[in-house]
């Protein structure tokens, strides 16, 4: 079938909806239309906006964009303009009636409605299917959908709605087409991923699924992102230890430290629990990288309690940290029942205090690897580098190894490098089997 009409899919936001873009241009591609992502092709006459609305920035953004691609309907360089995602999801009849450049908005679970809306026809049996963006060696699969905790902050409940887990069956067919079209590494997401399979099988099954997974030929690395440190279940942690596959990494918002603010964030569990997880898992899963982000700036949070994330943080030598401001969004326990009472000012001074500490440790962290031989998968060519990851590391959010070859290396290849170099956030290295 000839291909009719060109599609510009937009993606703002999380790996998340990387995803969902993903699917959309699987049941997209496979019809009479040709696809491109994130693009400034003229060509494309059609385009989808898949929207972040979970923070201020992200918001921000995601209008921007919008109001963009409007302007560009009004002056007849696209003919059609389509909003899913997040922001459409929370502030459908606002933006509606404030932006009427756009055919129609569409929610975080209405792909089939997306589909049918540019005049192609849902198909189920392409509903696993995936229509990469990312390298080809790499890949996000989201496991489930929404979140049940209600943490103080969060509007991803408002959003995405309760906790949807999806079949596991369905995971590893996904999985396994993934492989099949050469994924080496699979990242594991979810707003939970712990909460896994309680809605389908009554208990916490992400470990099962972790195990089913790491049977798939082909995959050689799984990593898991967006744990959550109330009640962490202990056979997750036996998969980190024992699956040769599952890299030795976790990513695990903790958000703060304090009793205070973590019965004020409503993040079910308290700072003797927390410290006791990062423990177990340092013991249980040897050279284990953790990735956490924290949040200061919350109402409520008193010099005391940011000296204690200052010690918490120090003490615990995190090999990856991220801190964000707290932004009050509508609609959530804090916005609804707290008074947000610390200054910008204030929260930028507490963020670079923690980031700078944090810089410290990462360098010394990272010099202690040097001379050490370690797995790094190219992610791509940039200069006189061969760009990749260790095993520690994530796509986009984590370091990155800059490999000196004088063999060319091509994106997709695990291979065994000697660190020679680090700074605060890169390391350096070269091909074990060249060394003299």
Avoid at 159 to 170: A, L, W
Avoid at 221 to 238: G, K, Q, S
Avoid at 416 to 427: F, G, K, N, P, S
């Amino acid at each position: 079938m000839a291909k009719t009409h060109k599609i510009n899919i937009v993606t703002l936001g999380c790996s998340k909806n990387l995803v969902d873009s993903e699917h959309l241009m699987a049941q997209l591609a496979d019809q009479r239309f040709e696809i491109v992502h994130d693009s400034n092709d003229p060509s494309a006459r059609i385009v989808i906006i898949n929207t972040c609305g979970f923070i201020g920035d992200a918001k921000e953004e995601s209008i921007n964009t919008i109001l963009s691609f409007a302007a560009a309907r009004t002056r007849g360089e696209i003919d059609h303009l389509f909003v899913m995602g997040c922001l459409s999801e929370r502030y459908r009849d606002e933006l509606r009636d404030e932006i009427p450049e756009v055919d129609s908005f569409f929610g975080v679970r209405d792909l089939a409605d997306v589909v049918r809306a540019v005049g192609a026809e849902y198909r189920d049996e392409l509903a696993g299917s995936r229509h990469l963006t990312t390298p080809l060696h790499y890949a996000y699969l989201k496991i489930s959908e929404g979140c049940n905790w209600g943490c103080g902050y969060c509007a991803i409940p408002l959003i995405r709605g309760k906790h949807i887990s999806v079949p596991m069956e369905e995971l590893v067919a996904e999985a396994e087409g993934l492989a099949a079209q050469g994924v080496k590494e699979l990242i594991v997401i979810a707003q939970d991923t712990t909460y896994y399979g309680i809605d389908l099988y009554g208990r916490r099954a992400l470990a099962d699924l972790l195990r089913r997974l790491c049977r798939i030929d082909g995959i050689e690395w799984i990593r898991l992102h967006y744990a959550y440190p109330a009640h962490f279940p202990d056979d997750v942690i036996e998969v980190l230890r024992d699956e040769p596959k599952m890299c030795p990494y976790l990513d695990i918002p903790l958000q703060h430290i304090a009793d205070s603010q973590l019965k004020a964030m409503r993040r079910g569990i308290n700072g003797a629990e927390t410290r006791a997880l990062v423990r177990r898992l340092r013991k249980e899963v040897p050279g284990i990288a953790i990735r956490t982000t924290l949040i200061v700036g919350y109402p409520g949070e008193t010099e005391c309690d940011f000296q204690e994330l200052i010690d918490f943080v120090r003490e615990t030598r995190f090999e990856r940290l991220g801190v964000f401001a707290y932004c009050e969004e509508e609609g959530t326990y804090s916005a609804l029942h707290l008074k947000d009472d610390i200054s910008e000012e204030e929260k930028q001074r507490r963020i670079d205090t923690i980031m700078s500490l944090q810089r410290e440790i990462s360098l010394e962290n990272n010099q202690q690897r040097v001379g050490h031989i370690e797995p790094v998968i190219i992610d791509r060519i940039e200069g006189e580098y061969a760009v990749g990851r260790t095993r520690h590391d994530s796509p986009e959010v984590d370091d990155e190894v800059l490999v000196s070859s004088s063999e060319p290396l091509t994106p997709g290849t695990i291979l065994q490098v000697r660190i020679t170099a680090a700074d605060d956030y890169d390391l350096y290295g070269e091909p074990a089997h060249e060394e003299n």
